[in-house]
């Protein structure tokens, strides 16, 4: 597993440079991933905008930064995302938020599609669902827990709407954007902090 997470970190980006590679595979018409359609750009596009909407927001709250910037040990945060993914669009500018409270942390953003080996170890009821937060020891490469796709609140809108109507349509899509509005990162800030402080306790 160590060498799969070696060889993912050396096709990685950082945020900054996995956000001007989504942004010059519109300028040329294309999406990142393994596949093309009219249907991705859109997505993509309108996730560009989202997420300079975020980037410029986004606010973590004062507790969370404080537990943040008290993180004693070296991880690396390895996300598998993609550009035309709208959770990946509304979670990866929290979690590029939080990383930047710390120098110990250090983001690295993957491809999903480029990047299956790993993607395959990190499976949610048999899906390549993302964004998937995989949080790393940097100094021994060792995995200590990962989070993801989505906060537990949109996961049961989700999963409720499915049960209720046996698909997720544009109609359950537009709650789920809705719902991260509301809800303004708090969620996703919490459930990592938590994973944070176990490690923390495990680990110091």
Known sequence: MKEIIKKSLEKSFSYTEYRNHVSNKLSQGEVTGNEQSEHLLKYSELNVVRMNRLDKTLTVHED???KISSIKSKLIWLVLSEGWCGDAAQLLPVINKKAELSENIKLKVLLRDENEELMNQFLTN???AIPKLIIIEEETLEILDHWGPRPEGA????????ATH???DEIAKTELQKWYLQDKGFSTQKEIIEKLEEIEKQLV
């Open 166 to 168: 046996g698909i997720v």
């Open 126 to 128: 048999g899906g390549k």
């Open 64 to 66: 969370v930064s404080e």
């Open 155 to 162: 996961s049961k809108l989700i999963s409720d709407y499915k």
